[in-house]
């Protein structure tokens, strides 16, 4: 089970860096939001993987580390994810920006095709 | 204690007076005045409060106060006889020039300004002298430099002032962290910064293998300062200064900066060869080239500025010579220096002032119009020369007995010593008598720019002061400066303070032989010289090559030009791909460089079974990421989808372990993502596949790339399966599980997490999501899309609008069920799954619909969102729980909880932090909207521009435009005149409102969709 999340992080990461050194806008963006599902996933695994472990208390009583899912992962990657988002909207515009002024869309603003 | 007070108020008080001038107005001419001389008195009276008794007795006043003790960082205050005598002059020549300024300064000049510049100045030097701890002084001599530039450039309009301001602060501020590093390395030695131990370590500095390094970086420092050679030329390009400038800070103070420093250190540092030899030769050609350029020159000040240059030769000389005579002879003389040399500047800006020029080739005559600066100038100049029974001639007599002990030692550079001293002081008899000769006597002329008159009696004081003291101390020397001269060698020199005599008379003797031969040579050789120097020829025979400013310049567009272009050709790059290619090979290798000690083992945790489910599912999420990578250039659409793809699986990942709060969030993250990536792709251009991409080099490039990918995947793979199957460290989870119920009052751990135990974390995030939001927006107002573009795009010509009548119906239908699950999401948030993020973004999904089936059109026309007041109450609401937390007294953030029961509904968890939590939910909410619909709206907006597609049948025809607001005229280019394609209707005849009032007006700032009709 481990291996198989250690793959699909690799693969979401590899994946998003190859976009990374892609010439174009919108390639960066996908390779962006690629790398953080990895990233997310990654921290996600610092709480390990047990399975049939309950997220939520029983009311009234103190929760045991041993019987319910490590919280403090899951809020990190909770906020990690919104954000995310943010900053995908945020590059979005300054993609459109950069669209609209230079007539291209290649990362440097020039008309290229490499 | 009063010590402390007198040393501290001694620092602070030119600084506080800097700060009042500046602030007075402009026109208060004569208070400003007032006010720096009375600091410039009050600090005087200071230095006279701590001198008597303790330092004339040879004692040293001292107050510290703790800063960074633990660093050695103190501030420490100290005034030996040393600090003394410099801080006379500082606070003494300080008053005389303030005095003098107030009549040379011309009513057109901004005088706060240069009163404030002029005291910092006192300040920064008073620091400086008065430092006990070298950091400290290194700090205030990096402020004297600030100051002198900033007091160089006063004229800021004249191009040369800023040259010369410029220069002097490239010079001594390279100089000042030279000697930065050379105190490092001196405290290094010595243990601690305090100039009290430092001064007690003298044999351990002089045998520490670092000697060398520190005395090179300390003396490139003095040198600097002091323009000696080869740092000599920035000062007489410092001469750009107003003349008040030039008396104070280049006779007496900044450039004695330098000496100080020498003298300070010449206890622990000197007694070396290397100390002899780098001051000697630097000292001694100095001395020399200063005062032979001095003669050539034909500016009063310039020849002035050259004769300075040439007398800090002569006491860095002095200083280099390792004999305690000597340093009394320096001190000495550096207090001689200091009084005529201030005196002559003064008299030089007099003649300046009241003729109109410097130039000694058209100053002629004066003798007779202005006979009292005459005289004053004459005394100066002849004690400048060294003419007996004036302080001038005191000192060189003692410089030139000491060339001559000095010249028995066996080294050539101490026996050329005594015919440097005689040459030196025939070329200061010269060019004495020609800044004499050459202005005040001669023929009348009517040449000069204003006719001659004496100056305001109180203009002419300071220099009668300084000239009255010249002959004073040179009459009777011993009972005028010597108790003053002997604290001052004392508290150098210790028991090591020799004998020596202050008279005038010191017998028939070779010093004095030399003198009078000096005295006969100079005035034949400005004899000799005559027909040359009236020739007016500009520069100095021999050495015209030289050039320090030229050298200088080149330095400099070598250094800040050349060198940064081809250090940025050979290592920069514009390009973002190659950037951040190296930012992924540099982190790929970091990461193996921080692995590679210890390698990458397995953990000893127990695998989990594989499940066949899970790996179906990352069958299909890597096989989508994979295919959104290779598909992203040309198939955007479909990227988009196979993005979701992947994001899918890691949705179904977090729900398989147990998070589900995680999963819902991520689901609902990814349907506003790819809407909003939807709405971009409208504005991309389109990409058609090329036959180029076969070329050899692009593949080439692709194929590296891939390696990189495939490697950092693999790192990503190594690290994660290395991590996941070691036993996680005992962290805080413990904390939050055992205390999200009984303190936190909530069962869902994540979310009391969230609002309650990081609350503060939460409030920074969704402050960030809001400035997201608004950059956004912001941004958006001045979007300009590509002229290809603006038209409506293919999808959307024909009858398309009808295909959406049916999703449109049931859409609306479900507005109110998924708003009321987002309450619901919501309300629930703190027991059990969901919360403020997941509600907010659900919410603003419902809208979401409401855009796509809809049109954006038609959701504007009937819906209002507000998410600007949205995302503010958010904002106001999670900070204010917060702050009613602080009202009770306790900490920010801090939350209450209780149960309501709600009857037949049940019991709902009203804790304070629900409050909390619906604040982040408004600005969820408010910030996602208002990003979708920003850029929704960005396709009527333009589309309003464009020309009007036909009507399509059984439709309303689009709105035409407005007459709005008048538009600007940068948007005209993407008009329709833009827009030449054929088939279209009729251009709009109104102005194309690209950027009409929805977005600009303030009607956008609370809604941002309720249209311009």
Redesign the interface.
């Given at each position: 089970?481990?291996?198989?999340?250690?793959?699909?992080?690799?693969?979401?990461?590899?994946?998003?860096?190859?976009?990374?050194?892609?010439?174009?806008t919108?390639?960066l963006?996908?390779?962006l939001?690629?790398l953080s599902?990895?990233v997310?996933?990654?921290i996600?695994?610092?709480?390990?993987?047990?399975?049939?472990?309950?997220?939520?208390?029983?009311?009234?009583?103190?929760?045991?580390?041993a019987q319910?899912?490590?919280?403090?992962p899951?809020?990190l990657?909770?906020?990690a994810?919104?954000?995310?988002?943010?900053?995908?909207?945020?590059f979005?515009?300054?993609?459109?920006?950069a669209?609209?002024?230079t007539?291209?869309?290649h990362?440097?603003g020039r008309r290229q095709?490499? | 204690m009063p010590d402390a007070l007198y040393l501290s108020t001694a620092i602070g008080l030119p600084y506080l007076g800097a700060l009042v001038t500046a602030l007075l107005p402009a026109n208060a001419r004569r208070l400003e005045a007032w006010l720096a001389g009375a600091v410039a008195l009050l600090t005087l009276v200071m230095v006279w409060l701590c001198y008597y008794p303790t330092i004339a007795e040879g004692g040293v006043v001292r107050s510290e106060i703790a800063w960074v003790p633990q660093l050695g960082l103190n501030l420490v205050l100290r005034m030996d006889g040393l600090a003394s005598v410099f801080s006379v002059m500082v606070a003494g020549i300080g008053l005389l020039v303030v005095l003098y300024a107030r009549y040379y300064m011309s009513s057109d000049d901004p005088i706060p300004r240069f009163f404030a510049f002029l005291l910092a100045f006192m300040g920064s030097m008073m620091g400086l002298v008065l430092s006990g701890n070298l950091i400290q002084l290194v700090f205030f001599w990096e402020m004297t430099s600030l100051f002198s530039f900033l007091l160089i450039g006063y004229w800021q309009h004249s191009a040369q002032a800023r040259d010369g301001a410029r220069m002097a602060l490239t010079v001594t501020a390279s100089g000042g962290l030279a000697l930065l590093a050379g105190v490092l390395l001196l405290g290094h030695m010595v243990g601690s910064y305090d100039l009290d131990r430092v001064l007690a370590s003298g044999d351990v500095i002089r045998d520490h293998p670092l000697y060398l390094p520190a005395l090179v970086l300390v003396l490139l420092g003095a040198l600097t300062k002091s323009a000696q050679f080869p740092f000599h030329f920035w000062l007489p390009h410092a001469m750009a200064a107003p003349t008040p400038v030039s008396a104070y800070l280049h006779s007496a103070t900044l450039v004695k900066a330098g000496i100080f420093l020498i003298t300070r250190l010449w206890p622990v540092m000197a007694g070396t060869d290397a100390w002899f030899w780098i001051l000697g030769s630097a000292g001694m050609i100095t001395l020399l080239v200063g005062a032979y350029v001095a003669i050539f020159q034909h500016d009063m000040k310039g020849l002035l500025a050259y004769s300075t240059i040439s007398h800090l030769g002569l006491i860095t000389l002095l200083l280099s010579l390792n004999s305690p005579l000597a340093m009394v002879a320096a001190i000495f003389h550096t207090m001689n220096h200091a009084t005529f040399k201030a005196s002559l500047f003064m008299a030089a800006g007099i003649i300046d002032h009241e003729t109109g020029t410097r130039d000694i080739r058209r100053l002629s005559g004066l003798n007779a119009t202005m006979p009292f600066t005459a005289r004053l100038a004459m005394v100066a100049a002849a004690a400048m020369a060294g003419v007996p029974l004036l302080n001038g001639f005191i000192s060189k007599e003692m410089f030139i007995t000491e060339t001559l002990m000095a010249a028995n030692a066996p080294t050539i550079l101490h026996s050329m010593l005594p015919w440097a001293a005689a040459l030196a002081s025939i070329f200061a008899v010269a060019y004495s008598l020609r800044f004499i000769h050459g202005a005040f006597f001669g023929p009348e002329t009517g040449d000069m720019p204003r006719t001659p008159h004496e100056p305001p009696q109180w203009m002419r004081l300071p220099v009668e002061v300084l000239v009255f003291g010249c002959m004073v101390v040179g009459i009777l020397p011993a009972a005028t400066i010597g108790p003053f001269l002997d604290v001052a060698a004392r508290s150098v020199l210790g028991e090591a303070t020799p004998y020596y005599s202050l008279a005038v008379w010191h017998g028939f003797n070779l010093p004095l032989v030399m003198s009078l031969v000096a005295l006969v040579g100079g005035a034949l050789l400005y004899r000799l010289l005559q027909r040359h120097l009236s020739a007016g020829i500009e520069g100095t025979p021999l050495l015209r090559r030289f050039d320090g400013r030229r050298a200088f310049d080149q330095v400099m567009v070598f250094l800040s030009w050349r060198f940064a272009r081809t250090l940025e050709r050979l290592l920069g790059t514009?390009?973002?791909?190659t950037q951040?290619?190296l930012m992924?090979c540099i982190t790929i290798l970091a990461a193996v460089l921080a692995l590679s000690p210890q390698g990458l083992g397995l953990g000893g945790?127990e695998?989990?079974?594989?499940?066949p489910v899970?790996?179906l599912v990352?069958v299909a999420?890597?096989a989508c990421?994979?295919a959104?990578?290779y598909q992203?250039?040309y198939h955007?659409l479909a990227?988009?989808a196979l993005?979701g793809g992947?994001?899918l699986?890691?949705c179904i990942?977090?729900v398989?372990?147990?998070?589900?709060?995680?999963a819902v969030?991520?689901l609902l993250?990814e349907v506003?993502?790819t809407v909003?990536?939807l709405l971009?792709?409208r504005?991309?251009?389109k990409?058609l596949e090329?036959a180029?991409s076969g070329q050899l080099l692009?593949r080439l490039?692709r194929y590296r790339?891939?390696v990189?990918?495939?490697a950092?995947?693999?790192?990503?793979?190594?690290i994660?399966?290395a991590?996941?199957?070691r036993v996680?460290p005992e962290?805080?989870?413990?904390f939050?599980?055992?205390?999200?119920?009984?303190e936190g009052g909530g069962?869902?751990?994540?979310n009391v997490?969230?609002v309650d135990f990081?609350g503060f974390?939460?409030f920074g995030?969704i402050t960030?999501?809001g400035i997201?939001?608004l950059?956004?927006f912001a941004?958006?107002r001045?979007?300009?899309?590509?002229p290809e573009s603006i038209g409506v795009p293919e999808q959307q010509q024909g009858d398309a609008r009808d295909w959406m009548a049916v999703p449109a119906v049931t859409m609306r239908l479900l507005f109110p069920l998924i708003g009321a699950v987002a309450v619901y999401l919501l309300l629930r948030g703190h027991?059990?799954?969901g919360g403020g993020?997941a509600g907010g973004l659900m919410l603003a999904v419902a809208i979401l619909l409401q855009y796509m089936a809809g049109g954006t059109r038609w959701v504007e026309d009937h819906l209002r969102v507000h998410p600007l007041r949205w995302m503010s109450a958010g904002l106001l609401l999670a900070g204010g729980t917060g702050l009613a937390a602080m009202a009770v007294g306790k900490p920010f953030l801090t939350s209450y909880f209780a149960y309501a029961d709600l009857g037949l509904l049940g019991r709902l968890p009203v804790a304070s932090a629900l409050i909390f939590d619906i604040g982040v939910f408004a600005l969820?909410f408010g910030?996602?909207v208002l990003?979708l619909i920003a850029?929704a709206h960005?396709s009527v907006r333009s589309q309003r521009a464009a020309p009007v597609p036909p009507p399509l049948p059984g439709m309303a025809p689009p709105a035409l435009p407005a007459a709005g607001k008048p538009v600007p005229l940068e948007a005209a280019p993407h008009g329709p005149a833009a827009d030449g394609r054929p088939g279209r209707a009729a251009p709009v005849p109104a102005a194309p409102a690209l950027d009409g009032p929805l977005m600009d007006g303030p009607e956008m700032g609370n809604t941002g969709l309720k249209g311009d009709r």
């Open positions: 089970m481990e291996l198989i999340l250690a793959l699909s992080i690799g693969v979401l990461g590899g994946s998003g860096v190859w976009l990374l050194m892609r010439p174009r919108f390639q963006i996908i390779g939001s690629l599902y990895a997310n996933l990654f996600f695994s610092m709480g390990r993987f047990p399975v049939g472990r309950p997220p939520v208390l029983e009311p009234g009583t103190m929760g045991d580390p319910y899912a490590d919280p403090l899951q809020s990657v909770l906020t994810i919104v954000i995310g988002f943010a900053t995908t909207a945020l979005l515009v300054v993609m459109l920006a669209r609209g002024l007539g291209g869309d990362v440097d095709d490499r | 514009s390009r973002l791909q951040l290619r992924v945790l695998l989990s079974p594989a499940d899970i790996g990352w999420g890597g990421a994979m959104a990578a992203a250039k955007r990227a988009l993005l992947a994001g699986a890691v990942t977090f398989w372990f147990s998070a589900p709060d995680l969030t991520q993250v506003v993502t909003l990536l971009g792709l504005w991309m251009p990409r090329f180029s692009p490039r790339d891939f990189i990918a495939v950092a995947g693999l790192g990503l793979t190594a994660s399966y991590t996941m199957t996680s962290g805080i989870s413990r939050f599980l055992e205390r999200a119920y009984t069962t869902n751990v994540v997490i969230l990081r974390d939460t995030e960030v999501l997201v939001a950059t956004v941004l958006l001045r979007f300009r899309p590509a027991d059990l799954p993020f969820v910030a996602t990003m850029i960005q």
